[in-house]
């Protein structure tokens, strides 16, 4: 089984900052992808990556396949990207995600 | 195109009681997955279907927990009988494909409060 590993648990940050968040996994991988949870709702994915980067507006997403390691960056912080951000790893099999247990994100006026 | 839906969105019950959650995915997928999500935690696969059969029920506790997904359309969850450490919330999202490569589409969840 992959294990992925989140970190921070919990992030507080001011409007304005840059903001990292950082995944790591055990095994090798098909697929990384980054969702955000807002409280009381459900599951958005904002990327899937197997390679480099992807950029959405202010969100960036990389990957580094040998080092076994993600990372989601948010550019420009707002009080609306408060959020609970999940990292997960489809492994080479095919199937379902294994999931991090999310990094909480407070962004603050 | 119309999301995943779920419902109800919140159940309470007692303990030793039975619940029953519905799903149905978003239209063409063949996929579909159920995740539990504990307060503090990340979501963990219970069951995937591919169409209607079952692709991975690795960590569906089957001594209460049942799922199908007659038609391969909608999907349906049942917890029998629960207990305490049943609270959570169960998650189902849909994908077109099988691999983990496809993007995954989600419901809004159903919470669970066992009393």
């Known amino acids: 089984k992959n294990e992925v590993e989140q970190s921070p648990q919990n992030l507080t940050a001011q409007e304005g900052e840059f903001i990292t968040i950082n995944c790591s996994y055990s095994?090798?991988?098909?697929?990384l992808h980054w969702l955000q949870q807002h409280p009381g709702g459900g599951i958005v994915s904002l990327f899937m990556?197997?390679?480099g980067k992807k950029k959405h507006g202010r969100l960036i997403a990389t990957i580094n396949i040998q080092e076994k390691h993600s990372s989601l960056h948010i550019t420009a912080s707002h009080p609306r990207d408060s959020a609970v951000y999940i990292c997960?790893?489809?492994?080479?099999?095919?199937?379902?995600?294994?999931f991090g247990k999310g990094t909480s994100l407070l962004v603050t006026p | 195109e119309a999301g995943v839906a779920q419902s109800p969105r919140y159940k309470i019950i007692e303990k030793r009681q039975s619940v029953a959650f519905w799903c149905n995915p978003i239209?063409?997928?063949?996929?579909l997955y159920w995740y539990q999500q504990i307060l503090g935690q990340g979501p963990k696969l219970l069951i995937q279907?591919?169409?209607?059969?079952?692709?991975?029920d690795s960590q569906l506790p089957k001594d209460r927990f049942s799922a199908e997904r007659l038609k391969g359309v909608d999907s349906t969850l049942k917890i029998q009988p629960a207990k305490l450490e049943d609270s959570a919330v169960y998650l189902c999202?849909?994908?077109?494909?099988?691999?983990?490569?496809?993007?995954?589409?989600f419901g809004p969840g159903t919470r669970l409060t066992v009393l």
């Open positions: 279907f591919q169409n209607n059969g079952v692709v991975d």
């Open positions: 239209s063409g997928h063949a996929t």
């Open positions: 095994v090798g991988i098909s697929a």
């Open positions: 999202a849909s994908s077109s494909g099988t691999s983990g490569v496809d993007e995954q589409f």
């Open positions: 990556l197997s390679s």
């Open positions: 997960a790893a489809s492994s080479n099999s095919g199937y379902a995600l294994n």
